[in-house]
């Protein structure tokens, strides 16, 4: 069992930026493919994006491409959410979520047997 812990959420104004911290106290996330999803009130957990093992290679949602980055420092076992130019609809509980299959969906929640706690972003207009 892999217990995900994020950090870093809180309050920022429409066009602020907000880094999202995620660990694995105990735990190497080195053999995890590294997800990052969010859900606002009322709605269904959305994919925000996913981070490689080694890093090399993340995805995007249409959503978050262009101002969202998902990175890792495997050497401190934390993967990173960097959210710029934020919009009021950005405003929700963001979850990290870890997963080792290669063969699975990186955009499907199911995929992913290991989840945080969730962390609430609010992004006032």
């Known amino acids: 069992q892999v217990q995900l812990v994020e950090s870093g959420g809180g309050l920022v104004q429409a066009g602020g930026s907000l880094g999202l911290s995620c660990a694995a106290p105990?735990?190497?996330?080195?053999?995890?493919?590294m997800g990052w999803f969010r859900q606002a009130p009322g709605k269904e957990r959305e994919w925000v994006g996913a981070?490689?093992?080694?890093?090399?290679?993340?995805r995007y949602s249409d959503s978050a491409k262009g101002r969202f980055t998902i990175s890792r420092d495997n050497a401190k076992d934390t993967v990173y959410l960097q959210m710029n130019s934020l919009k009021p609809e950005d405003t929700a509980v963001y979850y990290c979520?870890?997963?080792?299959?290669?063969?699975?969906?990186?955009?499907?929640?199911?995929?992913?047997?290991?989840w945080g706690q969730g962390i609430q972003v609010t992004v006032s207009s």
């Open positions: 105990g735990r190497t996330l080195l053999t995890y493919i």
């Open positions: 981070i490689g093992w080694s890093g090399g290679s993340t």
């Open positions: 979520a870890g997963k080792s299959s290669t063969y699975s969906p990186d955009n499907v929640p199911n995929a992913y047997p290991y």
